[in-house]
């Protein structure tokens, strides 16, 4: 039965040889509710990983708590735990087959062969594993490993499932298909899952909550949409997606407009009731590549640097301002196209405006 996670004040310090102390993680808070597929996403170094191995057991707190429904499992040992983890190397015995793997936990708890297959067989049409349960991992395509190691995590039937990475060794076009299959059956069983990527594509496929991560802290937590579109801070920003960033000052607000002073020009943004400003504060513009607007009906004038065109898209960078801006425009089939060196105006999509704090 999938069960909610809980991290209250959560804490891991290190320390060197020097005796020097040092926060992976710090004092973090977090809930993932029940079958929620919840992503801890971020740069090498950030934290999420040992978050991940301490919700498991296999790191032991320094600090907090960490709840699996009621049941604080801060003191509980890795297998005593009610998750099991996907690991980013498959983890499969050589040795065995692909059924002989899968059902590795259930012999070591001792359930009848009868059991067994009764959990067993569901799982393996499920995988579509079936045409390979008698061959072993060496004659299975990285996808197939994959798959084998999915299905003897979920045949435990856990409360939570956790994944360290799990599609990293896969090439690009599996990585699509694997991210698929996987947020399928997440769905398909209604099990709680907790996943660790620093690819910001398979944190946005898959995610009901992104939890980003920076620096052992938590910056922001929201659902996709929430995240790319409502970013509350210049990291979360550049980080999500493609970012550009136009500096200034906030001139005036209202109930839900502010009115930014940049260096060339004025822009009305709308306001986000998550963060607020004072009249006078530094503050950065987020404008993504779509929200700008390239023609030549514009007061605000640019000059084109760069352009190319990638098929599905045309791709520009303007200088604006003394800021080079990165654009795109979406079947630029029998739309202008313009070249490097042609004189252009620019025009930004209020909509797709955004303010964070500028620093």
């Known amino acids: 039965m999938a069960k909610s ?7 891991k310090t290190f320390t060197d040889d020097q005796r020097k102390s040092t926060h992976a993680v710090d004092h973090i808070n977090l809930h993932i509710k029940e079958g929620q597929f919840t992503t801890l996403l971020g740069p090498s170094g950030c934290g999420k990983t040992t ?58 708890k001792k359930l009848s062969k009868q059991e067994i297959d009764k959990r067993v067989t569901p799982i393996m049409d499920i995988m579509n594993l079936h045409v390979n349960a008698n061959r072993m991992p060496n004659q299975l395509s990285g996808g197939q490993q994959q798959r084998v190691a999915l299905a003897r995590a979920l045949v435990m039937e856990p ?49 009901d909550q992104i939890v980003v991560m920076n620096a052992g802290k938590i910056e922001q937590v929201g659902t996709p949409m929430e995240i790319y579109q409502q970013p509350t801070s210049k990291f979360v920003s550049d980080f999500i997606g493609t970012a550009n960033f136009l500096d200034g000052k ?12 940049t260096k060339d020009t004025k822009l009305d943004v709308y306001q986000d009731n998550a963060l607020s400003f004072r009249e006078g504060q530094p503050v950065s513009i987020v404008v993504r590549p779509e929200a700008i607007i390239i023609d030549e009906q514009g007061t605000e004038k640019a000059k084109v640097t760069k352009s190319v065109f990638m ?14 801006l990165y654009a795109i425009v979406a ?29």
């Open 331 to 359: 079947d630029p089939g029998g739309k202008k196209t313009y070249s490097a060196g042609d004189e252009v105006s620019v025009r930004f999509s209020q909509q797709s405006l955004h303010v964070v704090p500028a620093s």
């Open 311 to 324: 098929g599905h898209i045309q791709e520009y960078e303007v200088e604006y301002g003394g800021v080079s």
């Open 51 to 108: 978050t991940l191995r301490m919700i498991a057991g296999f790191e032991d707190l320094s600090e907090g708590n960490i709840f699996f429904g009621d049941e604080n499992v801060k003191q509980i040992p890795a297998n005593k735990r009610d998750c099991t983890m996907v690991f980013q190397s498959y983890a499969l015995f050589p040795h065995m087959t692909v059924y002989d793997n899968i059902c590795y936990g259930l012999r070591l």
């Open 5 to 11: 996670v809980k991290l209250e004040n959560v804490t």
């Open 250 to 261: 906030v001139e005036s607000q209202s109930d839900d407009m502010l009115t930014v002073q």
């Open 159 to 207: 409360g939570v499932l956790l994944f360290d990475e799990p599609l990293s060794n896969l090439d690009a076009k599996l990585r699509i298909t694997m991210r698929d299959e996987i947020r399928r059956i997440q769905k398909k069983l209604g099990i709680t899952a907790v996943y660790v990527t620093h690819d910001q594509s398979e944190a946005m496929s898959l995610s």
